[in-house]
């Protein structure tokens, strides 16, 4: 459903939006398993104090935490599941968030992490050759993603989830990160909030340049879900727009990606929407189309130079894949109404499974691992072609943060300007932590 007046009039109307974000943009677990990882359990509700919920042996398991210190009150639990970004359906993931257990194994046993000595700031992270951390910031364990808007300035804003909010927060401007007393308005649509522990927050959190995107979907295959357009100025009331599926999105100037199976009245399976806000009322249409092995929806991310990473779980394995797109790409498809065909993109050589990513100055990042544990954070470097037809140049991977055990959660990716945002969270709680390429 939607809360604005009745779609364009005219094709006159149509073709003026299309062609103005043309200009713009050239400048499900398997069968018979509880689960696959600990997103599948999301339903069962809050843990008990102490416990996290766990993927074993493809049922929903607490498992312990232990990351107490001498300075327990201090703590966190690492295994809160949360998103720069995003999180996606049966094992994908996207701007940023992954989910990952401060402290537990798989086996359900614990990890003696209190022992450990660790940086303040990275905890047991590492960062590695040609990256420099920059300031940090504390962040409350609600806040489920992170969006910046352009700077020097930076505002940040938040989605944050309770039992039964979700809802857009301003952050305030960084490093002075404090969420909002009040929310700026709620993601879920009128018709859904009589039952809001129906519905599942999709860890992602977009910017246009004026507006905010959030989303969220409810059980059922494929997940029926809706996305909320906010103004933050309060200038226009949120609009609210059918998305199944909706489990990534990115922004751009004056437009919004969603990686989803439909949007608004558009739907035509499995892809990345885009979604033109220049003009009311707002058009939906379909511009990346993902292969039959498509098995669910996957990471969104738009780099500093306008590539998109836009990316898919495989069937049977739900491994995630993920292709570079150029700005021009994409906007020939919302100009001609033909989709781009992913899988003939340049693909993005992530060498494992993923969970997360978000653009990192002329590249993107991600998070390596699963949801049971991220092993690095990396970034791919992404180079328009030098003319013509000339396809992307993908860079090979180069690691910013790795991560040598269980007891420091990446749990957040997002960007701020050129630098890279990456949630935080061990026994010293949870920070957000700018990361900035360069030797100091």
């Known amino acids: 459903m939607r809360t604005d007046t009745k779609r364009m009039g005219t094709k006159g109307q149509r073709a003026a939006l299309m062609g103005a974000l043309l200009a713009m943009v050239l400048g499900g677990t398997g069968c018979g398993d509880e689960c696959v990882d600990a997103f599948d359990c999301r339903d069962k509700g809050a843990a008990p104090e102490g416990q996290s919920w766990a993927c074993v042996d493809a049922k929903c398991t607490q498992v312990a935490v232990d990351i107490e210190e001498d300075d327990a009150g201090t703590g966190t639990d690492a295994g809160t599941g949360t998103d720069a970004g995003t999180e996606s359906d049966a094992g994908t993931g996207t701007d940023a968030g992954t989910e990952t257990d401060g402290g537990t194994d798989t086996d359900g046993g614990t990890v003696a992490c209190a022992p450990l000595p660790r940086e303040q700031v990275l905890g047991t992270l590492q960062l590695q050759t040609g990256f420099t951390v920059a300031e940090s910031a504390p962040l409350s364990t609600e806040v489920r993603a992170v969006v910046a808007t352009p700077g020097p300035t930076y505002s940040l804003f938040a989605l944050r989830e309770t039992t039964t909010g979700r809802d857009v927060f301003s952050l305030g401007t960084w490093p002075d990160v404090t969420l909002g007393s009040a929310a700026i308005d709620t993601v879920i649509a009128p018709a859904d909030r009589a039952n809001p522990t129906a519905t599942f927050p999709s860890y992602y959190l977009a910017y246009d340049g004026t507006r905010l995107l959030a989303g969220y979907t409810k059980s059922g295959f494929p997940a029926p879900?809706?996305?909320?357009?906010?103004?933050?100025?309060?200038?226009?009331?949120?609009?609210?727009?059918?998305?199944?599926?909706n489990y990534t999105a990115a922004g751009t100037q004056d437009a919004f990606f969603i990686n989803g199976g439909g949007l608004d009245t558009e739907a035509a399976g499995r892809g990345v929407y885009a979604l033109v806000t220049s003009a009311k009322p707002y058009v939906a249409a379909k511009v990346v189309d993902f292969p039959a092995d498509a098995a669910s929806n996957g990471v969104t991310a738009v780099a500093g130079n306008g590539i998109a990473v836009f990316g898919y779980a495989v069937a049977d394995t739900y491994v995630n894949v993920a292709y570079a797109v150029s700005s021009s790409k994409v906007g020939e498809a919302l100009a001609s109404r033909t989709p781009v065909v992913l899988v003939n993109e340049p693909k993005v050589d992530v060498g494992s499974d993923f969970t997360a990513a978000a653009g990192f100055g002329n590249g993107v990042a991600v998070v390596r691992g699963t949801y049971s544990g991220a092993t690095d954070v990396s970034?791919?470097?992404?180079?328009?072609?030098?003319?013509?037809?000339?396809?992307?140049?993908v860079g090979t991977r180069q690691a910013v943060l790795n991560a040598t055990d269980a007891c420091t959660a990446v749990d957040l990716l997002s960007s701020l300007g050129s630098d890279l945002l990456v949630g935080v969270t061990d026994v010293n709680g949870r920070r957000l932590v700018r990361i900035q390429q360069g030797e100091p």
């Open 379 to 393: 970034r791919f470097s992404l180079t328009p072609g030098l003319g013509g037809n000339q396809p992307i140049s």
């Open 225 to 245: 879900g809706s996305v909320a357009v906010v103004d933050p100025s309060t200038r226009d009331a949120t609009t609210y727009l059918d998305a199944p599926d």
